[in-house]
């Protein structure tokens, strides 16, 4: 479902937000078994293998995996941009199968290489044809778009066309876009795709922000670790369609050991670092004007064989830090290929 298909938001009886749950909210999303195969015989190929997950009303779920997980192809089925072949998917507790229409009114999406904004248009007056489209009144939500404008560092451009604009500040009026109406459950596919350290720094925080403000639902995949830490609450990894992980971020980084030791010390020459090297793997050097820091992939005995070392090399520790994995390790040690 991309974003010219919303209609307006159709009115849902408490009964039919219920069914499912009885007197308790459904989950804003909620997915079971779905599955999609292209092609058919020996040469078909299965992209979504059984997924099912739901997603709490007001949390940020990641999405990561491998290229060529099936992270796309499951968006599309959920958003109904490619038909599944199995699977039930229900948001706010109305299947999608049922009443499209009541079901995406809640639903918006940003996905990689195919921003929806209309370029001949200006930044503000995509914001307010978005708006509209979702049915709400622009004037009534005015004030939201001047802060997205300013948050998102898009004010001092917000009259000029799209088509003007970096392919980063595009992104960002992609972005703004999809905040800008009604929706309260949104789907982010690279939002920091184009984006520089600052400009991914400022979705980040402007993202979990609007998160909190407006009890805000965000499915996002991403192969930027930092914003998937930063503003997820939970990801689920997947691997050739399937699910292999779905937990906290805190969790996942538990599944594997320490990956070592940083130490800094001013008395780590030239010389004593390449003799380190000979005995013990040293993941990383940085050499400082006054002092230089070593990581070195160590733990246990060989940990107390590394410092030992050091001590005989006459390096005097000023600090010492355990590495700690960093989640595109997790994913790696998941699926066995690259983030």
């Known amino acids: 479902m991309a974003k010219r298909q919303r209609g307006e938001r159709a009115e849902t009886s408490p ?15 909620a997915v079971e078994g779905l599955t999609k195969r292209f092609g058919s015989g020996a040469d078909a190929i299965t992209a979504v293998d059984d997924l099912s997950l739901t997603v709490e009303r007001g949390s940020v779920v990641g999405l990561l995996g491998p290229n060529g997980a099936g992270k796309t ?9 490619v038909l599944p072949d199995a699977g039930r998917v229900r948001v706010h507790g109305i299947d999608v199968a049922d009443d499209p229409r009541a079901a995406y009114a809640h639903v918006d999406a940003m996905l990689e290489g195919a ?43 917000a009259d000029d066309p799209v088509r003007d604009l970096s392919r980063g500040m595009k992104g960002k009026v992609s972005l703004a876009s999809v905040l800008a109406g009604g929706a309260d459950v949104v789907f982010l596919d690279e939002p ?19 998160v909190t403000e407006r009890d805000l639902t965000v499915v996002l995949s991403s192969h930027d670790m930092d914003t998937i830490e930063a503003v997820c609450d939970r990801v689920v990894v997947m691997n050739e369609g399937r699910t292999v992980a779905d937990d906290t971020v805190a969790n996942l980084r538990a599944r594997l050991a320490a990956s070592g030791v940083r130490v800094a010390s001013p008395d780590l020459t030239a010389d004593t670092v390449a003799a380190l090297r000979e005995r013990f793997p040293l993941t990383a050097v940085e050499r400082g004007p006054e002092t230089t820091t070593v990581e070195a992939a160590v733990e246990g005995e060989t940990l107390y064989a590394f410092l030992a070392a050091c001590r005989e090399r006459g390096v005097h520790v000023e600090s010492i830090h355990t590495v700690e994995p960093a989640l595109e390790d997790v994913l790696v040690e998941l699926t066995g290929g690259e983030g």
Do not use: Q
């Open 15 to 29: 009964a039919d937000a219920t069914a499912d749950t009885g007197d308790r909210e459904p989950p804003a999303l």
């Open 73 to 81: 192809t499951a968006i599309k089925c959920i958003l109904g941009m």
């Open 115 to 157: 921003r929806n904004d209309y370029w001949r248009l200006t930044v503000r007056e995509n914001l307010r044809y978005f708006a509209t489209i979702n049915g709400v009144d622009p004037d009534s939500i005015a004030a939201r778009h001047e802060r997205l404008l300013e948050r998102l560092d898009l004010a001092d451009r």
């Open 192 to 210: 920091t795709l184009g984006l520089d350290v600052e400009g991914s720094r400022t979705l980040r925080a402007e993202l979990r922000r609007i």
